[in-house]
């Protein structure tokens, strides 16, 4: 997804969509050669554009971190949760899966063994799975 003033572009091989200030959408279907094969404008209303929330709510501290790290999550009727951290390659480092947990749920970690880089914390939490990056020192 690339990002611009005031428009956003999503791209995939057969749709690129464009939303710009004008809140109008550009879709344009292409063969599989690539060649542009219909063009449509669709307008689209001030009220059909939904805000992006989460029913998970996810904090992750101190980020960056030298050696341990808080996960905190807040959700109605939490029961189960997964916590799994990956490398930038996608390999897990580390999962785990809490059952019995409260709606505000806060798991430490000591991950002092890893060394500094990029990683992926994802937790999944009620069929919801919420990502973020963080950066070891």
Known sequence: MQKSRNTMVCRSPRLSVHAGAS????????RSSGQLFAPHVIPISQSAILPITDSVRLSIYPNPFTSDIAISIQKEDLKQATFTITNPLG?????????????????MLDLSYLPAG???????????T???EVIKE
């Open 23 to 30: 809140c109008q959408a550009f879709l344009r279907a292409h």
């Open 130 to 132: 919420v990502t973020r």
């Open 91 to 107: 390999q897990i480092i580390y999962t785990q899966q809490e059952n019995n947990l409260s709606p505000n749920y806060t798991k």
């Open 118 to 128: 990029i990683y992926f914390v994802i937790v999944n939490a009620g069929g919801e």
